[in-house]
């Protein structure tokens, strides 16, 4: 079994955390806010005071966090991992960030001898609680294999996607269909409604139609019971949106479809619907609000 660093205990973060004490690897745990680290510390697990402490003596340190900003101060940072690290550590980035962030760290990484993983998941908190997260990797094939037994205590299926920065490509493709996915399904939603169809019904035929999908099973519910709680956040979705169109730019490919999605994620943010679930989108197009 690894020592292992873990950097970020959010509602994916502490999920994928305890999956690796469960497997019997001995941690060390860094959160920005300590309220997040007492359900490891009542573990007897090592709760450091920055990224940096966490890192030392560490052979791996897995990391999520919310966006480039908050992966520059933890890996890059005065107390970040990258400058603690000891040469041969294994940095695994499971925040979804852009392409650029990630090739940046890994530069900044191999400079030290630390080899640096994009690593970022698909999978919601059922997911990363059940170890069913698809991760995706980016960076060195050797440094991967090392990693696979830690990544396989966290996922279901652990896939090499190609050199630094190839992980966080596919995430945010990945992202942007499934944004795509959700404002889909809350068009459909308010046409069923509108249409006074009956619910049940329309879940089931859609659910099993050929647009089914793990989405349709889970949003379109969401939306008829108008439960917003979050699964994944719809201010995260909105970012992830914002970084794809920021790649298709680098890229100068066209994203219509992104684009126009990407209006109606940042309209529902601005309407402060940003912590709620990212089928919240469907009260943006609605122009309902929710009950208190």
Do not use: W
Request: with cysteine; hydrophobic share 50%.
């Amino acid at each position: 079994m690894s020592t292992i660093a873990f950097v970020g205990l959010g509602a994916m973060g502490s999920r994928m955390a305890m999956n690796l004490l469960a497997a019997g690897h001995s941690l060390r745990v860094f959160n920005r806010s300590r309220d997040k680290s007492k359900p490891f510390a009542e573990k007897g697990v090592a709760v450091c005071d920055s990224p940096a402490a966490a890192a030392k003596g560490a052979e791996f340190v897995c990391s999520i966090v919310s966006d480039d900003v908050a992966t520059r101060e933890v890996m890059l940072g005065a107390s970040g991992v990258i400058g603690a690290a000891a040469p041969g550590t294994i940095v695994l980035d499971s925040s979804t960030n852009t392409p650029a962030m990630a090739r940046e760290v890994a530069k900044a990484a191999a400079a030290r001898g630390v080899h640096y993983l994009d690593a970022p998941v698909s999978g919601s908190l059922a997911q990363a609680q059940g170890k069913e997260l698809v991760i995706l990797v980016g960076g060195d094939k050797a440094a991967f294999d090392r990693a696979l037994p830690v990544l396989s205590a966290m996922g279901r299926m652990v896939r090499r996607i190609g050199g630094p920065g190839a992980g966080a490509t596919l995430k945010l493709i990945n992202n942007m269909m499934s944004a795509s996915l959700t404002a889909a399904i809350a068009e459909a939603a308010q046409m069923a409604e509108a249409a006074d169809l009956d619910r049940d019904a329309a879940l089931e035929v859609l659910g099993e139609g050929a647009a089914g999908s793990r989405l349709m099973k889970t949003k379109l519910p969401k939306m008829f019971k108008r439960d917003f709680s979050p699964q994944f956040q719809l201010e995260l979705m909105d970012k992830d949106l914002r970084y794809f169109l920021a790649l298709a730019q680098e890229l100068d490919r066209p994203a219509p479809i992104a684009s126009l999605v990407r209006s109606q994620f940042q309209a529902a943010r601005r309407a402060r619907l940003g912590k709620l679930d990212s089928c919240a989108v469907f009260l943006q197009a609605s122009g309902e609000r929710p009950k208190a």
